[in-house]
């Protein structure tokens, strides 16, 4: 099964997120394939079998720059990823408040609306309460993993 990891990033703790599940994902029989700037037509041309989004949020609850013009393009030409299945690990802070995690949150929403099917529901880290997500995500990816094994 082919999984490709998109990761959201501004100071690079969402791409070290996504390149540590990358490794679990091929070390669990997965075929992880990461991208840092995709656009509607890369990612179609992968032919994905299942996606994972590692999004930061930045600003006032933004998409980071890498991955907005990627969202943006998802919403206006809306292609289909009917019944493929993905998973969100957002990263944010919650001494943001109402934003705490809102990038990842709108991918979710995203890939819902474009008929993906939400996996494993979304994992939110809080950068208030750790210093080692990469670590903190691996029962969540180790679940999300399983969950795409069964689909085989
Ligand atoms: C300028 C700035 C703005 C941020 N805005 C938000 C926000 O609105 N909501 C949130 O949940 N986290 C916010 N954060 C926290 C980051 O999302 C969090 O620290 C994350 O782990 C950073 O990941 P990165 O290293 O991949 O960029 C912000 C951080 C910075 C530095």
């Not at 700037?37 to 930061?56: G, I």
């Not at 880290?125 to 399983?146: G, I, N």
Request: with cysteine; proline share 4%.
């Amino acid at each position: 099964m082919k999984l490709v990891i998109i990761s959201g990033s501004v100071y690079g703790t969402a791409d070290l997120v996504a390149d540590e599940a990358a490794c679990l994902a091929n070390a669990a029989g997965l075929q992880a394939t990461r991208m840092k700037t995709p656009s509607v037509d890369t990612l179609l041309a992968e032919h994905a079998d299942a996606l994972l989004v590692c999004c930061a949020t930045t600003g006032m609850g933004e998409i980071p720059d890498n991955l907005m013009s990627f969202h943006i393009e998802l919403r206006d030409r809306f292609p289909l990823f009917t019944d493929v299945p993905f998973g969100v690990i957002a990263l944010g802070d919650t001494a943001y408040g109402d934003t705490f995690c809102l990038a990842g949150e709108q991918f979710r929403d995203t890939f819902e609306e474009l008929q993906a099917r939400e996996a494993r529901s979304m994992l939110r880290l809080d950068a208030s309460e750790t210093v080692t997500p990469e670590t903190d995500a691996e029962p969540w990816l180790a679940d999300f993993f399983a969950a795409l094994r069964a689909e085989v």
